[in-house]
């Protein structure tokens, strides 16, 4: 009866261990694929922001969808002006412009336009593309927004109850840069 006894509370034991090991775990191995996934998943919009700001140097607004902004960065080239010359000083300025390749430019930034939009770690699932001019403060300004939501990319990590783990998780909560209702291209990862 002895031995009985103590091997039950020996698996007993072994149980608890087992499930204080799973306690542990599993917040951990959630922080850190949030943290790989959510970081793949900025990568990608910091490189989308970059190539709407250079479409947006070209055409003077916002791509409301990838295919416009693939178009127009494959095709068309960015113009800048060198200026020689003081007129403040009383000396004559010579202006020249200087056309560069814009997809020159993104190959030199290492962004690459194929797949750009597909948001990591799914099968194919891309960013959401919104962009539109509005008026603030009396002034007519391009607006865009460009995301995905956490339950997108996170997996088998989307469900609801790994908030328990990390208070500012939700998986309904969008990962963007940009804003529709004032002009503001951050991401909301930068606060």
């Given at each position: 009866m ?7 509370l020996?698996l ?22 949030k ?18 700001e250079?479409?947006?140097?070209i ?18 080239s ?34 690459d ?22 008026t ?56």
């Amino acid at each position: 009866m002895k031995y009985i006894i103590g091997i039950a509370l020996l698996l007993l034991n072994l149980f608890l261990v087992y499930l204080l090991y799973s306690n542990i775990k599993e917040p951990i191995a959630f922080q850190t694929e949030k943290n790989k996934r959510k970081t793949a998943v900025v990568d990608k919009l910091m490189d989308i922001r970059d190539a709407q700001e250079m479409y947006r140097r070209i055409t003077g607004e916002f791509a409301s969808d990838f295919d416009t902004l693939v178009m127009v960065l494959e095709r068309d080239s960015i113009v800048d002006i060198k200026e020689i010359g003081d007129a403040d000083a009383g000396e004559e300025v010579v202006r020249t412009e200087i056309k560069h390749s814009a997809i020159d430019s993104l190959t030199s930034m290492g962004i690459d336009l194929n797949g750009l939009n597909e948001v990591p770690y799914t099968e194919g699932t891309t960013f959401t593309f919104a962009a539109d001019t509005l008026t603030y403060q009396s002034t007519l300004v391009s607006v865009v927004e460009v995301g995905t939501r956490y339950k997108t990319f996170m997996g088998r990590y989307s469900d609801p109850k790994y908030a328990k783990y990390d208070n500012s998780y939700d998986p309904n909560k969008l990962l963007k840069f940009g804003d529709m209702t004032k002009p503001n291209i951050a991401g909301n990862w930068e606060n």
